[in-house]
């Protein structure tokens, strides 16, 4: 399985290059290259380690494992980032705000993972517990960025043939798998035990998916029409208007707007009045 899964990454590879999908999105292509270069190694370094006569190499093999793992999870918040730009791509003013927030989470999320690290282990034992932090951070946005996706594809007209959707939706099925395995593995767990099977078919399944969406035809997203009056394009409006240093505007209190209103109206009556005496004088 570990080999189908190269196999795969590499096929993926070809497929996401040969679109020129890398020029959309450029954190993904680097997440697909680190993959299809660490997965031959890190097979072989399993390999060679398990054996009686390669206990030497297991220092190796963890220290490249989780520097792989941590690179993929710094790679990941990137890729989800890009994954909100495509689909918010519409709509510039919720897209630069949006990404505003966007960073302002991220942040956060590092940092609840730095400050909920037990940090009992000492030297290099700390590694692990900082990597699972990352990638439990990165699962969780993953899932955060599908959900929004899903509840707002409708208003966003992206449909779900979409690479970025289908991006969100490999990844939110990855994150998923992660929290599963988790919460299920035990300290002294085997790779032969059979949850590790469903896990690693889950992610066989995921990268075929990917490799179906990077194959076919993407649906050309046409130009966004909506009503002027629609809730969508006023947030927009509202979006493009904040942190924006051009013209400034008085704003008038709404008690005042009806004081304003009935003073046209007194003006338009005097008017009205004036016209109408003036022709009655002349007739």
């Known amino acids: 399985m570990s080999v189908v899964e190269f196999l795969l990454w590499a ?18 292509a680097s997440y697909l290259a680190l993959h ?23 220092p190796t093999y963890f220290y490249v494992f989780y520097a792989v793992y941590i690179a993929s999870a710094v790679l990941l918040f990137f890729v989800a980032m890009e994954v909100f ?17 966007f960073r302002w989470a991220v942040l956060a999320s590092v940092l609840v993972t730095f400050s909920t690290i037990s940090y009992s282990h000492r030297g290099v034992l700390i590694i692990p517990d ?33 690479m970025a959707f289908g991006i969100a939706f490999g990844f939110g099925l990855l994150a998923c798998n992660d929290l599963v395995l988790a919460a299920l593995i035990k300290l002294n767990s085997s790779l032969t035990e059979p949850f590790q099977f ?17 194959s076919l035809p993407e649906p050309v997203r046409k130009p966004m029409v909506v009503p002027a009056n629609s809730t969508i394009y006023r947030w927009n409006e509202i979006a493009s208007a904040l942190g924006h240093t051009g013209t400034q505007v008085a704003v008038v209190p709404a008690t005042s707007s009806s004081f304003f209103l009935t003073d046209v109206e007194k003006v338009v009556d005097k008017v009205l009045t004036r016209n109408l005496r003036e022709s009655e004088t002349k007739s």
């Open 11 to 28: 096929v993926l590879g070809f497929v996401f290059w040969r679109r020129k999908l890398h020029r959309r999105f450029p954190a993904m």
């Open 36 to 58: 299809v270069a660490a997965s031959p190694v890190l097979c072989i370094l399993l390999n060679v380690q398990s054996q009686p006569w390669g206990r030497v190499f297991f």
């Open 85 to 101: 730009r495509s689909a918010l791509s519409a709509f510039s003013g919720l897209m630069k705000f949006g990404v505003v927030i």
């Open 130 to 162: 900082i990597a699972s932090g990352l990638m439990r951070s990165v699962s969780i946005l993953e899932l955060c960025v599908l959900a929004f996706l899903c509840f707002s594809m409708n208003a966003l007209r992206l449909p779900i043939r979409d």
């Open 198 to 214: 469903v896990y690693q078919g889950v992610v066989l399944l995921t990268i075929g998916m990917w490799v179906a969406y990077s």
